[in-house]
T-cell receptor, first 109, second 117 residues
Framework: GENVEQHPSTLSVQEGDSAVIKCTYSDSASNYFPWYKQELGKRPQLIIDIRSNVGEKKDQRIAVTLNKTAKHFSLHITETQPEDSAVYFCAAIWSTLTFGKGTMLLVSP | NAGVTQTPKFQVLKTGQSMTLQCAQDMNHNSMYWYRQDPGMGLRLIYYSASEGTTDKGEVPNGYNVSRLNKREFSLRLESAAPSQTSVYFC????????????????FGPGTRLTVL
């Protein structure tokens, strides 16, 4: 079936460190992988996405990498700041979007 | 533009009561979605509407019904609420249907926090 596994469930880093969140997906047919950020008490918002025809995409301090052979993709945040603290969700598309269970990122000053 | 709006923001129900969650979008999007979010479970799709006049079940449809009233509005109804339906409910919309051949950003509403006692 269609499934997305996300790790870790919580991640604590010091300000300025890098953070990496990894997701694996079950069905190789998927070809679109968005990442959403959800601040406490707020709605999820798209921060970056990647399609299967590229291996990496960057947007300032955020990057996403995709390994289609291994069926996994990762979110990389460099030079983390306290405002990066949030829950991050990965997702994969099949007939609809299937989300991972989320990673709570805590960035300490 | 208000984007995606939801009412109410908070609701407390007793077991067995019914209620309807309202969602509207002003972005002229074709597709709309209802998700529930529970701690440690991520976002799970309840129902979606690919276009006006159509609705389809998602991953967790039991205990819910939906109505796509028009292009702007998509409501979620709980006919007989149960404590297991305590959750945060998010409505979302996208310009087109999300599928293997179509990628569209989903825009989420602010959520409704529902508690069933």
């Amino acid at each position: 079936g269609e499934n997305v596994e996300q790790h870790p469930s919580t991640l604590s880093v010091q300000e300025g460190d890098s953070a990496v969140i990894k997701c694996t997906y079950s069905d190789s047919a998927s070809n679109y992988f968005p990442w959403y950020k959800q601040e406490l008490g707020k709605r999820p918002q798209l921060i970056i996405d990647i399609r299967s025809n590229v291996g990496e995409k960057k947007d300032q301090r955020i990057a996403v990498t995709l390994n289609k052979t291994a069926k996994h993709f990762s979110l990389h945040i460099t030079e983390t700041q306290p405002e990066d603290s949030a829950v991050y969700f990965c997702a994969a598309i099949w007939s609809t979007l299937t989300f991972g269970k989320g990673t709570m990122l805590l960035v300490s000053p | 533009n208000a984007g995606v709006t939801q009412t109410p923001k908070f609701q407390v129900l007793k077991t067995g009561q019914s209620m309807t969650l309202q969602c509207a979008q002003d972005m002229n999007h074709n597709s709309m979605y209802w998700y529930r979010q529970d701690p440690g479970m991520g976002l799970r799709l309840i129902y979606y509407s690919a276009s006006e006049g159509t609705t389809d079940k998602g991953e967790v449809p039991n205990g819910y019904n939906v109505s796509r009233l028009n292009k702007r509005e998509f409501s979620l109804r709980l006919e007989s609420a149960a404590p297991s339906q305590t959750s945060v409910y998010f409505c979302a919309s996208s310009e087109g249907t999300l599928s293997l051949s179509s990628y569209n950003e989903q825009f989420f509403g602010p959520g409704t926090r529902l508690t069933v006692l």
